[in-house]
């Protein structure tokens, strides 16, 4: 594994988003790209398709059905969710199963800078600087037990606060599912913050899950549960509507949605008249992801 980039993040870090943005220009020509960094740099990994979105772009067009189905629903609605106290059951097979404080995560993880490609399965996409800790770091401070094959993960149930859980548009609470493999790739991230600033609810604050790999729904926001486990855990979006929507969904421009192609994507913020952009295999992850899947029928298995 090439050197990583590690960036626990300061008060410095808090900057305006044009300084920001002037930093990792800056990085970015020395070859600091966070990416870059973690397993070689891939040809596109180091162009411009890396450029960040705007702070506004990435908290103003969101999924999240808990607060409603329309793009800008999460941002107008999501401050009502209590982030504060909060805590992840970490359970199922592991040696040290508990209730872990949000505050206690944040203490015993790194947390880094990522700057990752997002493609929802709705073939829009945007690239977010994350700030985040590896899942596995999580997952190893519990323990995981031999014989776990995969990780569950849930999050809040609160209709009160989560208005959108009063209506039958999923089966509450949302849930995801990865293989313990993928859990366990130095790709897969808990992200606390983008820009450098705390994730703001709309995006699935105080922590959300981030496979830059996979379709965007895998990336399950506000998280209160991961529990290991030996079966394949239900995907909320599967169990809605299994033909459309399966269990792995790594993005892939060579299978489409039963409704719409895949092949290409609009990315967010590039005005009405911006040209499609190709979709990348594994979203540009392929050298790093791929062999996760050796042998596996991608179609079937999509
Ligand atoms: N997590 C929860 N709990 N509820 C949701 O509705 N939407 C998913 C995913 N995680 C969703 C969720 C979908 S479809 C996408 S594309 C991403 O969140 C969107 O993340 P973003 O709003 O930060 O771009």
Not at 138 to 166: C, D, H, I, W
Not at 190 to 213: D, F, S
Request: hydrophobic residues 40%; proline residues 6%; charged residues 25%.
């Amino acid at each position: 594994m090439a050197h990583r980039w590690k960036n626990t993040l300061t008060d410095r870090d808090v900057t305006e988003e044009s300084v920001y943005l002037n930093r990792r220009q800056i990085m970015a020509g020395l070859g600091g790209l966070g990416l870059a960094g973690i397993a070689g740099t891939t040809a596109r990994a180091a162009s411009e398709d890396l450029e960040p979105n705007s702070w506004e772009d990435i908290t103003s067009y969101n999924n999240f059905y808990e607060f409603g189905t329309g793009k800008d629903d999460p941002a107008r609605n999501a401050h009502a969710l209590t982030t504060s106290p909060w805590t992840v059951k970490i359970d199922g097979m592991v040696d040290k199963p508990g209730d872990y404080a949000f505050e206690d995560i944040m203490k015993a993880m790194t947390v880094e800078e990522r700057i990752y490609r997002f493609r929802c399965v709705e073939a829009w996409s945007m690239v977010v600087p994350w700030n985040g800790f590896e899942l596995a770091d999580l997952l190893n401070m519990a323990g995981v037990q031999s014989g776990a094959k995969y990780v569950a993960f849930e999050t809040l149930y609160r209709p009160e606060e989560m208005f959108g859980q009063k209506y039958p548009v999923l089966d509450w609470p949302y849930v995801e599912g990865l293989r313990l493999d993928e859990a366990m790739h130095p790709l897969t991230i808990m992200a606390t913050g983008i820009y450098g600033r705390e994730i703001p609810n709309q995006n699935g604050a105080p922590l959300r899950l981030v496979v830059p790999w996979k379709y965007g729904f895998k990336s399950i926001k506000s998280v209160v549960r991961i529990s290991l486990t030996d079966k394949e855990p239900p995907v909320s979006w599967n169990v809605a509507i299994p033909r459309e929507y399966g269990f792995y969904s790594n993005v892939n421009p060579t299978v489409d949605h039963p409704r719409w192609s895949q092949a290409t994507e609009r990315k967010i913020g590039g005005g009405l008249f911006a040209r499609r952009q190709p979709t990348l295999m594994f979203n540009g992850y392929e050298q790093e992801v791929a062999s996760l899947y050796d042998g596996m029928d991608l179609k079937k298995f999509f």
